[in-house]
């Protein structure tokens, strides 16, 4: 098992960026006939006209979004909840080819008053482009677990 | 629906979506191997993952766009172009959705306004997930471009 990550791995301010994923027709077709089944989403024909092309679900963007975290870091983060998305922008097309991966920052880190062992992290995720161009951003808030004491050095 | 046609406080059905153990699992093995996990440490009941809940929402508002859509076609009536949504906030998770569980979703219009592009209006929207037994899962508002009449109409 990797070591657990607590509060204390994720300080304020911090920049880190991970992932990679290309993005194909056949995913974005297949995401977009479960979930969002729009003609710009699973129809190229149709697509061309109304957004220049076959575009991806915003809720594909997202869910890519959410397997980079889990294989970055959310697997093994000590979370104690995971308190909701409080934004997400689909600021740019996603297009079939593209190569996107996360660049995650620290917006917030702060402990819990009451609750000595607890922390609260906000991240703001930026989802990035090939052309380093920020497709989508999301900001959610985790309380995780802070490090226990016997782990402290 | 044109952006003329849509009243603030008008709420409406999107209808019910249930969650498959098969349905669950297939989301996590794409999106979010928490699940993979869950499955793999012999848990009776998956829990869905929250991007899932939200997306199966998604599914159940084009499908009612789309029947009143077939319905306006039926009538002779003009479509509106379809918008896309530039995002959504305040998503929250206010109980879990576990394999067996139906959600029924509806949305009520928060406000609406006219944008600088003369085609198109901005509406907001409350999601709502309600399971079974009459408990919130799922709560977001969003932001969706709507087409406007246009004058020659």
Excluded at chain 2, 45 to 55: K, P, Q
Aim: proline letters at 5%.
């Amino acid at each position: 098992m990797p070591e657990a990550l607590y509060f204390e791995d994720f300080p304020l301010g911090e920049v880190v960026e991970y992932g990679g994923v290309e993005v194909s027709v056949d995913e974005i077709m297949a995401f977009a006939r479960d979930f969002d089944p729009q003609p710009f989403h699973t129809d190229e024909e149709a697509a061309r006209a109304a957004t220049g092309g076959l575009i991806a679900s915003g809720w594909h963007t997202s869910a890519l979004l959410l397997r980079m975290n889990c294989e970055a870091f959310l697997m093994r983060a000590a979370i104690l909840e995971e308190a909701g998305v409080e934004e997400v922008r689909w600021q740019r097309p996603v297009r079939p080819g593209d190569h996107l991966h996360v660049r995650r920052h620290t917006l917030i880190s702060r402990p819990r008053e009451a609750q000595t062992s607890v922390g609260e992290v906000e991240f703001l995720y930026e989802v990035v482009n090939q052309e380093g161009v920020a497709a989508m951003t999301q900001r959610s808030v985790l309380l995780l677990k802070q490090r226990p004491q016997a782990l402290r050095n | 629906m044109f952006y003329e046609d849509i009243r603030v406080g008008q709420s409406a059905a999107l209808g019910q979506t249930e969650f498959s153990r098969e349905a669950i699992l297939a989301y996590g093995k794409r999106f979010d191997p928490r699940i993979v996990a869950q499955a793999a440490e012999g848990h009776a009941r998956l829990a869905a993952s929250g991007m899932h809940v939200a997306a199966a929402g998604m599914r159940r508002l084009v499908d009612t766009r789309s029947a009143l859509r077939a319905a306006m076609a039926e009538r002779g009536e003009t479509l509106p172009q379809l918008g896309v949504s530039p995002g959504f906030k305040d998503m929250r998770w206010p109980h879990p959705v576990h394999e067996g569980d139906i959600v029924s979703y509806s949305m009520e219009t928060m406000s609406k306004r006219e944008t600088s592009k003369p085609k198109w209006g901005l509406i907001t929207n409350r999601f709502r997930g309600v399971n079974q037994h009459g408990r919130e899962v799922l709560v977001f508002s969003s932001a969706v471009l709507i087409a406007r009449r246009s004058e020659d109409l």
